[in-house]
């Protein structure tokens, strides 16, 4: 029998294996997922992990248990300023048929319906594909209902405007539905990021932000490898405040004032 420690140690390396996730950053939650199971029971759930499907309940839970979905609508708005301001325009004159846009990591919906709402704003016809691994979350994206709880909510950084996008759902005080037809314009689905994304578009538009974080330098070459599969010449990623590529340098900065908007120049070779 091994210490709990060792059993900890199997399963975070368990997670990096099939999903990238750094066991360094993973190690506290790991231990709050845990809690006070005995070293027996750990090293049984390590064993269990270890032979099961990734759609096995035992996988499903703890990745749940795991993940850290924190987002909101309009989150870093100095950036989407700047792609309101150059970047749509750009990806306007560059795809006049219109614009397929990918928000990898897209936790709970808010951050795939904030593009959705900017190219709306910006008279762009879109298609945006939000993914995330969390199951749980991607099935409250697709039903794109928010609450306004006191605190900090989805809605904390939106402007004002933006509520046009809205409507109140009868009976259910302080939620708010996002509408219809821009619903229809995003589709959601469950996808793990170190596999390539089954949807064969290129994509225009990446947003991958406050992800990248919370993976393995060997899980960000993965997630990177995919993001560049899903990508050509003119594509624009966003990545958050804290993140930078680490393996691909098919992009580059759009502007030295803000490193984390990228894009592939048009004579860049893959
Ligand atoms: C902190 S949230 C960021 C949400 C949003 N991008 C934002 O900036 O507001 C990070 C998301 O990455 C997702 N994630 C983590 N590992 C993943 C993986 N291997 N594949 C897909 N999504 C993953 C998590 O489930 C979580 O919802």
Same mark, same amino acid.
């Given at each position: 029998m091994g210490t709990p420690q060792d059993a900890l140690t199997r399963i975070a390396c368990l997670v990096e294996a099939r999903y990238g996730l750094s066991p360094a950053v993973l190690e506290q939650r790991l231990c709050g997922y845990l809690g006070r199971s005995s070293a027996h029971d750990q090293a049984q759930l390590a064993d269990q992990l270890s032979v +099961?499907?990734?759609?096995h309940p035992l996988w499903q839970a703890l990745i749940e248990g795991l993940l850290v979905h924190e987002t909101y609508f309009y989150r870093h708005m100095d950036q989407l300023d700047v792609v309101t301001q150059e970047v749509l325009p750009l990806l306007r004159r560059q795809n006049p048929g219109g614009i397929s846009a990918w928000c990898a990591g897209c936790a709970t919906g808010e951050e795939a319906y904030t593009l959705a709402f900017m190219m709306r704003d910006a008279g762009l016809s879109a298609r945006v594909i939000g993914t995330d691994l969390s199951a749980r979350s991607i099935a409250s994206a697709r039903l794109g209902s928010f609450g306004q709880t006191?605190?900090?909510?989805?809605?904390?950084?939106?402007?004002?405007? +933006?509520?046009?996008k809205f409507s109140a759902i009868p009976g259910r005080p302080a939620v708010w539905s996002v509408a219809a037809d821009i619903r229809a314009s995003v589709e959601f689905m469950v996808h793990n990021l170190v596999l390539p994304l089954p949807d064969a578009r290129r994509m225009n538009l990446i947003s991958c932000r406050n992800t990248l974080i919370y993976f393995s330098a060997e899980g960000q070459r993965r997630v990177e490898e995919n993001i560049v599969a899903s990508s050509g010449p003119g594509t624009i990623l966003l990545l958050g405040p804290a993140e930078r590529l680490r393996?691909?340098?098919v992009f580059e900065p759009l502007s030295y004032s803000h490193p984390q908007i990228l894009h592939w120049p048009e004579h860049k070779a893959r």
């Open positions: +099961a499907h990734e759609d006191p605190g900090l909510n989805s809605f904390r950084a939106m402007p004002a405007v +933006a509520w046009s393996y691909t340098n």
